[in-house]
């Protein structure tokens, strides 16, 4: 009995032991792990790449949604599709040109932007600024003050003769009916025309007028939320009807045209009203036949509540990556083929403003970061658009300026890239730190073509091409280099179909880039005059370092499992 008692004695002991083992151990993690997320160590930043949050229990919770990934459905992306309409370089920013009076004024805007390394401006041309005075009257008396009626034309024209000067390109966004298209005068001014021919009428005038000079338009904008829709419940079937109409003029017009959708607005919202989920709404415009209606699809690219670096997938909330559900629809219905622009994207740092939150309406409704977070976040994003999304073609920052500071109480207002501080003795615009880190992305990124697969006349190559019609190609054009093809490409092998000037026949060319990890390297093929279609990029990292990681883990779950069953072997 004495020896049992002992026995029994010696094992509780043991227990204890092992648990202050245990305890002290958790401890020593707890704090190791404190400290490193303190000093924003390997810890901190592998969850920061996965939850696009900064502070430590975001991140811990951001970390178990981010592992709910692995129990949802997978999208169907097809990151290998052939993509048009995404071969230009894809930099771009929100103008309001129109508000403007001074030339000087403007061409100072469209210098800085330039200077930045911009190529893009989305650029609003309203309706009711333009057709002001009543159907097919492009004049505008609203402030005649005896002298007639003015063109309405003339700062347009003006507009895009000063972007043609800067080397710039308009997409040009067609919405805002004047009020005479509505019977209601209670309808909302953004609602749509009780004659959706107006609108139509509108569009055409607009591509006619800058025939060759434009060829990007965008019909509408966010159709699927208030107040973009006016004072009416969202409408997928007349929105698609107003597109397809639109669409088919425009095409009439200029066949070379590019339609651009009214731009998503990422909601979870059900009531119709207020918001329609922009998941159910895309559908829906499949449903109704809209996907003939629009070459590129749009949506917003909001950065919101985390991140560039947020990983989350979930239907029922938003982050940067939501535009992937968005491909996976179009994967679905069979639009594989278009890319997606991202019509508005940025951080909202209202964390930085003069004014306190209660004085600043609606306050944290875009989310709320400093200047020096929008200022990061901003070439992170572009960075993983090139390296993981190819589907996404054009990104439109949200929004160089404003005409003055007097917004200031606005939340959205603390998008601006720089100060509305203009004057004629001082002319230029005081930048924003979001401003500097742009630039310095833009101006001085080394061009990669990343896993996908790319027409040859993309911004990526190197040396200039010429761009040449051939119906054999995969888009009906190619790219003819007089002294062969250079381009910089990452990942594990790379495909070219090509032919030699002369020839009619196609060839593909396989070049490794790695035997395992992939790697970046520099290619070149031909020494003469050559056509290339298109260049597919392949990324099988994960393929080949699977095997490795399933290996190893099981090899650690063995070592694991003996050392545990040495113990309690010693414990008995």
């Known amino acids: 009995m004495r020896d049992m008692t002992e026995g029994q004695g010696d094992g509780k002991r043991s227990r204890r032991r092992r648990a202050a083992l245990a305890l002290l151990a958790l401890t020593i993690l707890a704090l190791l792990l404190a400290l490193d997320l303190r000093a924003r160590g390997l810890a901190w930043q592998l969850m920061w790449s996965q939850t696009g949050e900064e502070g430590a229990l975001a991140q811990m919770r951001g970390m178990v ?5 692995l129990v949802r459905h997978p999208l169907h992306t097809d990151p290998l599709a052939p993509i048009d309409h995404k071969t230009d370089a894809p930099y771009g920013i929100n103008t309001f040109l129109q508000q403007e009076v001074e030339r000087p004024k403007i061409e100072a805007m469209l210098r800085t932007i330039r200077d930045a390394g911009f190529t893009w401006l989305r650029q ?25 009626a003015v063109d309405a034309w003339a700062k347009y024209d003006q507009i895009v003769e000063l972007v043609e000067a800067y080397g710039l390109r308009l997409l040009v966004r067609l919405s805002n009916p004047p009020d005479w298209s509505r019977a209601d005068p209670n309808a909302g001014s953004f ?65 070379d045209i590019v339609v ?49 670096t947020d990983r989350r997938l979930r239907a029922t909330s938003v982050n940067v990556a939501r535009h992937t559900y968005y491909r996976d629809i179009m994967v679905r219905n069979g639009d594989a083929h278009k890319p997606i622009w991202l019509s508005e994207a940025a951080w909202n740092a209202t964390l930085d403003a003069d004014l306190p939150p209660s004085e600043i309406d609606s306050f944290s409704r875009f989310g709320n ?17 090139q390296q993981e999304w190819p589907w996404i073609g054009n990104v439109m920052y949200w929004f160089f300026t404003r005409k003055d500071p007097f917004e200031a ?30 630039r310095e992305y833009i101006t001085h990124q080394q061009p990669v073509l990343y896993r996908g697969r790319h027409q040859a006349e993309t ?83 994960w393929n080949r370092l699977f095997p490795l990681l399933a290996a190893g883990l099981a090899l650690f779950v063995a070592v694991l499992a003996t050392i545990v069953g040495a113990l309690r072997e010693r414990a008995r």
């Open 65 to 69: 949604e981010v592992a709910g990934n």
């Open 124 to 148: 609003e041309f309203p309706w009711e600024d333009l057709e002001v005075d009543g159907r097919g009257q492009f004049t505008d008396s609203r402030a005649a003050d005896g002298a007639g």
């Open 191 to 255: 609602a749509p025309p009780d004659d959706l021919q107006d609108f139509v009428n509108y569009a055409v005038a607009v591509a006619e007028r800058y025939r060759g000079r434009i060829r990007h338009y965008q019909i509408w904008n966010e159709p699927n939320i208030y107040p973009e829709w006016g004072n009416n419940f969202v409408d997928p079937p007349r929105y698609v009807e107003l597109l397809c109409r639109t669409y088919a003029a425009l095409k009439g017009v200029d066949g």
């Open 260 to 308: 651009i959708s009214g731009a998503l607005a990422p909601t979870i919202s059900l009531d119709g009203y207020f918001g329609f989920s922009d998941l159910i709404f895309l559908q829906e415009i499949y449903d109704l036949g809209g996907g003939d209606c629009f070459d590129v699809l749009s949506a917003q690219g909001y950065g919101l509540f985390s991140g560039p």
């Open 369 to 385: 970061v400093t200047q020096a977070q929008a200022a990061r976040y901003m070439p992170v994003f572009y960075d993983r658009i």
């Open 409 to 438: 109480n606005q939340s959205f207002y603390y998008f601006r890239m720089v100060e509305p501080d203009y004057q004629p003795e001082k002319p230029s615009f005081t930048p924003l730190p979001v401003y500097d880190s742009v």
């Open 459 to 541: 911004w990526q190559i190197a040396n200039a091409a010429e761009v040449v019609a051939d119906d054999t190609s995969r888009f009906g054009r190619a790219s003819r280099f007089d002294d062969g093809l250079v381009f910089r490409a990452h990942g594990t092998a790379v495909d070219i179909r090509w032919r030699p000037a002369q020839a009619t026949n196609w060839r593909i060319k396989r070049i490794e880039l790695s035997s395992f990890l992939a790697a970046t390297r520099e290619i070149t093929l031909g020494n003469g005059a050559i056509v290339v279609d298109e260049i597919a990029v392949y990324d099988l990292s």
